[in-house]
């Protein structure tokens, strides 16, 4: 079956239903990095590229700026002998940033971005895994740098993106800037070796290290092509345009940001504004004039609760809700009044918003048709740092609440011995997936096929029509005694909406009888009680009430079984996804240390014993 109008088809091929991307409009290719950025100084050059602040003023920095800045300071490596190296590069979202990663990848050599919120020992741990032989820093790490200078490694230079705060005397410390100016000396010179640098598509040139412990994290190997394919593949799908500003807000080094906000940005000529941190993001989103915005579910989360209770304070909860079915009637006869009609919603939250795209972890519901009411286009992707990353999304064309899409153009996508339900592994193919796993052939077997089928590790089922659903990840999946599957994605995004709940954690636990039991995890929000007056206790008879309730709607072997409630966080990676081993360990320490008992844990985790 071929279906260009929805951009994919479903042909049936060595006993696999598979479902290829079409793409839904018109494709711009780009065959390597260094390319996205000389063609986009083509097409855009004096076009704002960059806007951010320093010490409270705004700064812009054009595609021509862009350039000429990753020319001269790509000329300065490999004048310090850094030609084929690997290079790291650490700290928050800013150009500096995305100068130093363009100046490695576009001919020096393999780029390794590290995660900023990395302690001093994982920062070292991995340099030293990857042989790093320089690495880019943001003044905020100088201090941690000169530990690692003191230490025996493979470290030749440490670039800093700011001055120094302090004179250092060890000369394999030098600025950024300085860099830069001796690149521009160097170039006025004659000298082409990084612009005229041959650029091996299909050979490793980005290092990425997934997140987890030093020994547990693997080291994803990407290619130009692999990161070009994937741009390619979304130039297909997202309609953006040069009148339009991304605020990157995701870390730098994942590459959903990396790939999307950065890459895939610049090759469409978009202003990219760095945000200066979550508590800022409203006021970022209305200043620099927002239209687009990637981010993980949790960020929407927030952005929705908080709208919902600034409408809720202003008391028109009823006006908004009246307005609403009037605007959904007049979108069935093809009348959309929605940004006229929530003007003033829209004024608070970014007047020029009109695209969200979601990626990284599941999705409340609601949270997308209660977005798109007022006029904002809300899609959902679906992919992994394996396949650089993006395999599926939404489209403005297809956009079936509840699914993460079709696959993007020239990838494929099918479901690995499905059950009775059509669930099984969901596997992906095309040039956005990787070469594999970094020294470590082993694993890069398990999820590498021959024909090119990459497992994704997650579990899911296409529906009719083509469109991926995910159930739930295969290693988080829970199996009852019965045979019976759960997955605590499913439980997680109800237990987030209950009252004074700010998030949630469930697992299987094995009872002394050996039965599975889902346990839950309620992180309590502190304001919530103070605002309502009420004591820990009485959250707890409320929350009782409603997980009851939820129970209610489940098969008897799915009910939650147990409830405990705490103050502390969940340990989360950077793009804000459960870290569930660890979750899970910590659980099953602290039920020893109740004697498994959960109404005794559940009071020792409220009263901070734990």
Known sequence: ?????????????????????????????????????????????????????????????????????????????????????????????????????????????????????????????????????????????????????????????????????????????????????????????????????????????????????????????????????????????????????????????????????????????????????????????????????????????????????????????????????????????????????????????????????????PLDAEIIPGIERFGITFLQGYGLTETSPVITCNSFELNVHGTIGVPLKDIEVTIDNPDENGMGEILARGANVMLGYYENEEETKEVMEPDGWFRTGDLGVIDEQGLLRITGRAKSMIVFTNGKKAFPEEYEVSLNHLPGVKDSFVWGNKAPDGDIQICAKLVIDKSYLEEKGYTAEQLAEILDTHIRSLNNTLPKYKIIRYFVMTFEDLIKTTTLKIKRPLETDKMKRYLEKAGVDMRKLNKKLIDGEL
């Not at 005397?169 to 070796?193: C, S, W, Y």
């Not at 009637?329 to 009109?354: A, E, T």
């Open 1 to 361: 079956m071929v279906n260009t109008t929805k951009g994919f088809e479903i042909v049936h091929k060595d006993g696999r239903r598979i479902v290829r991307g079409l793409g839904f409009i018109e494709h711009e290719p780009v065959s390597d990095i260094r390319e996205i950025v000389k063609g986009a100084v083509k097409k855009y050059g004096s076009k704002v590229a960059f806007r951010y602040k320093v010490d409270g003023k705004l700064v812009e920095k054009t595609y021509h700026d862009l350039d000429q800045a990753v020319d001269a300071l790509g000329t300065a490596l490999m004048d310090l002998g850094l030609k084929n190296s690997k290079i790291s590069v650490i700290g928050e979202n800013r150009y500096e940033w995305a100068v130093s990663y363009l100046s490695i990848v576009n001919g020096t050599g393999i780029g390794v971005p590290l995660d900023k919120y990395l302690p001093a020992n994982e920062v070292e741990n991995l340099c030293q895994r990857a042989e790093v032989s320089a690495i880019f820093y943001s003044g905020a790490y100088h201090g941690i740098m000169e530990t690692l200078a003191r230490k025996e490694t493979t470290i030749k230079y440490f670039i800093c993106m700011d001055e120094f705060a302090t004179l250092t005397e060890d000369k394999r410390f030098v600025t950024m800037n300085a860099l830069i100016q001796r690149g521009h000396e160097l170039l006025d010179k004659g000298n082409r070796q990084f612009i005229d640098a041959h650029i091996d598509r299909d050979k490793m040139s980005i290092l990425l290290f997934t997140s987890g412990t030093t020994k547990a994290s693997k080291g994803v190997m990407l290619s130009h092509a692999n990161i070009a394919s994937n741009v390619t593949s979304i130039t297909a799908l997202l309609k953006v345009y040069t009148t339009d500003v991304h605020l990157s807000l995701l870390p730098l080094h994942h590459t959903f940001e990396n790939t999307i906000g950065l890459m895939f940005m610049l090759h469409k000529g978009v202003t990219i504004a760095y945000s200066e941190g979550i508590k800022h993001l409203a006021q970022n989103i209305r200043e620099f004039r927002v239209s687009v915005l990637v981010a993980v579910p949790a960020i929407y989360e927030a952005l929705y609760r908080k709208l919902l209770e600034g409408i809720e304070k202003s008391g028109k909860t009823k006006l908004v809700g009246m307005m609403t079915k009037v605007s959904n009637f007049l979108l069935k006869m093809g009348i959309d009044l929605r940004r006229k009609l929530f003007k003033s919603v829209l004024d608070k939250l970014g007047p020029d918003l009109r695209l969200f795209v979601s990626g990284a972890a």
